[in-house]
């Protein structure tokens, strides 16, 4: 199998920590202002692949030169202009199909937002599961100025955000600093900038000490009760516990407190 360094490219870093639990992908495209292309674009959908076959418990998702990403890379769109409408479908799917796969995928994924989050990379980090912003993070959807709906990016954003906060946002264009996002619901948390890197690294030990069993079947209970109705939710709620409860590291994460230890989870 490889390791977590084999997944990069020229645009993308990627690292794993000494105990497998943490993998950091970076877009390293900080001329381009870390825009989305096919590397990149590829390369995360390798992590997420990865992440899966591995003990991964959380990845984490960043920009390298204090960006995160300014979106999708207009340059490469120019070069669709003339062709048919599959050849936009299939180019724009590839966004959508990484979006997806963030979701699906049983770790824990966050955003680790810092400059510029904007068009794509905001519906990025939407598809994220956690996200922690310095206060110099600068959000929107610009791609409304040149007349591109944000449609791809609106999905995740609108099941993250106040419905009609979004739409102001979605169809102004306008630019939001990291206060503004968290008001609205956007952001996990703020944090100053100067500390951001500490309190990256505080979050992404607290998330990977979890049980990964737990993380799993947790991520993917949310994602799926979240589309149903009240009492089919706590239904669906109350077979998932039960799952968990019966697995054997909720016995020993039980019987760990008890004996007033840390548990040692089994993965099972």
């Known amino acids: 199998m490889p390791t977590a360094a ?9 690292t794993g ?12 495209r900080p ?9 990149v674009l590829d390369g995360l959908a390798a992590v997420f692949d990865y992440a899966d ?16 990403c300014a979106g999708g890379d207009l340059q490469s769109m ?4 003339g062709r048919d409408a599959q050849a936009f479908r299939e180019g724009f799917g590839t966004l959508a199909g990484l979006m997806e796969r963030m979701v699906d995928t049983g770790a824990l994924v966050v955003a680790a937002v810092e400059g510029y989050c904007l068009a794509g990379g905001m519906g990025l980090a939407a598809s994220c599961d956690v996200i922690l912003a310095g206060e110099d993070a600068t959000f929107g959807t610009p791609e409304v100025d040149i007349g591109l709906l944000p449609a791809q990016a609106m999905v995740p954003i609108m099941r993250t955000v106040s419905e009609k906060q979004g739409l102001k946002l979605l169809f102004t264009g306008e630019r939001i600093d990291a206060a503004r996002a968290d008001e609205i619901g956007f952001t996990s948390e703020v944090v100053p900038s100067d500390d951001f890197d500490a309190e990256l690294d505080d979050l992404v030990d607290d998330l990977a000490a979890s049980s990964p069993v737990m993380i799993e079947m947790g991520k993917e209970a ?19 516990i039960s799952l968990v409860a019966m697995s054997e590291e909720t016995e020993a994460g039980i019987e760990a407190f008890l004996a007033g230890e840390e548990p040692e989870w089994r993965g099972r």
């Open 31 to 39: 001329e381009k202002r870390n825009a989305l292309n096919d590397a």
């Open 53 to 68: 076959d591995s003990p991964t418990r959380v990845v984490v998702l960043r920009g390298a030169g204090g960006t995160f």
């Open 6 to 14: 084999d997944l990069g490219n020229d645009d993308l870093r990627v």
């Open 17 to 28: 920590s000494d105990d497998g639990l943490v993998v950091r992908a970076t877009i390293d």
């Open 78 to 81: 120019a070069e669709s202009f």
């Open 222 to 240: 949310f994602y799926n009760q979240r589309e149903m109705g009240f009492a089919e939710a706590l239904s669906y709620g109350r077979e998932i």
